[in-house]
């Protein structure tokens, strides 16, 4: 996170806090365990106060799945959207890249070609 720019910020009361650089996102850890029911870790997309969309890990959850899913935050893996699917108030955070001709997955039950004749060989 820190290397794709990402604010971080420690805390006293036990949490640390990693911000996107433009404001719009954020992951929150509560490393100090207490009595508190509160997640340990949290994310979210959009503004703190008002997120589009949020996810909450326990201390239950094993760290390769939390490191997974905060890997997936930072990629640069480009997605397909169309306009109606980005909110209006975070557009212009977007990067916009030209779509690649990359063609569908075929489809894996179909029998390759069968390989060329040897040249030479008389039929």
Wanted: hydrophobic letters at 35%.
């Amino acid at each position: 996170m820190l290397t794709r720019g990402w604010s971080h910020g420690v805390k006293t009361d036990g949490t640390q806090t990693f911000l996107t650089p433009e404001g719009l996102g954020g992951v929150r850890h509560r490393y100090a365990t207490g009595a508190s029911s509160e997640p340990s870790w949290r994310a979210w997309g959009g503004y703190p106060s008002e997120p589009h969309w949020a996810a909450r890990f326990s201390f239950g959850t094993p760290t390769t799945l939390v490191a997974a899913f905060t890997a997936s935050l930072i990629s640069t893996e480009p997605l397909r959207r169309t306009v109606q699917d980005v909110p209006t108030q975070t557009r212009r955070a977007l990067y916009v890249a030209t779509a690649t001709g990359r063609q569908p997955h075929s489809n894996p039950s179909v029998a390759p070609l069968p390989p060329a004749p040897a040249s030479g060989h008389a039929r």
